[in-house]
């Protein structure tokens, strides 16, 4: 069986796999990306609703809180940079009873908290630039937008590429060990169905779905895990085909499980609702 040596292997090429490969890519000399799918970003990172978000809801002094501020200047500034497509269009969350409203305050004083002082109420204004809303009071964030986010990833692949960093589509990850300060993953490349070996001091686990899975293999083999439990929430999107137009992001309060069904418009104007969120057993 053939076998490879690496200084460091990013698993995954979502979203998450692509930025830190064309980060570590400014670093590591024999970097690879592996990717079990024949594209990059065909799963989460290419179905969802390709908001920017604004940093609102994570709570105070959380690193989340803290990198989607941080994220959301340097994401406006990456795409401004390469012309990608983009709009800050802004976006309203609503409250559709009296009892609701109170949320909507202390949504604005969360952010106004984290840092994010762009918050306004603006009901009045909504109701007239669309009568066709039912609900009782809103928020603005004038900083949320929607863009380009397949370009955006190409945009992130070729980047690393061009600091020469490999990226393997088509090889998935069957297993892995942990051997004298090294990991071993076994890759399988599906285009012939050949295995070989690849071996690395630095493995970073960006495998979305199946990141617990990995992570579950390895710390099985260290023996250092943490127990994680696996939980799926799936999601739909519809498409909005009536006479009605908006031009900005409509969002309601959040829930446990998601920040709620919204309207989202892309960047050709297509009108969706989603997601809806309800558990499943496996992915599909
Ligand atoms: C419905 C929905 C809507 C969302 N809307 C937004 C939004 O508007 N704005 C926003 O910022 N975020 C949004 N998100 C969150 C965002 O989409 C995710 O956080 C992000 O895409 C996760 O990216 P990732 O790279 O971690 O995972 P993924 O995109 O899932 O990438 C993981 C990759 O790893 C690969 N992989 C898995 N196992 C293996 C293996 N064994 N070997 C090789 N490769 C493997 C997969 O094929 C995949 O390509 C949304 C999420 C959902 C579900």
Redesign the pocket.
Known sequence: MEKVSTDCIV???????LSISRKLGKSFKNIFL????NFI?????S?????I?AGIYYDKNSLKSELCLKGKELLYRYLRKKNIQFSQCGKFILSTSKDESHFLEEILNNATECGLNDLSFKSEYLRKLYPFLNFDQAIFSPSSGIFDSHSYLNCLKSDFEQEGGHVLLNN??MAINYESNSIELLIKDKSNEEEFLIYTKLLIN?????SLD?YKQLSDEMGDGKSFKKRYVK?DYFIYRGKEKIEHLIYPIPNKESLGIHVTQDLTGTIKFG?NAYPVNNID
Do not use: D, T, W
């Open positions: 698993l995954g090429g979502g979203v998450s796999g592996i990717e079990k799918n970003a065909e799963e989460s990172s179905r969802n609703s390709e908001v978000h998935q990850c960006c495998a979305g779905l199946e990995i999601g997601p």
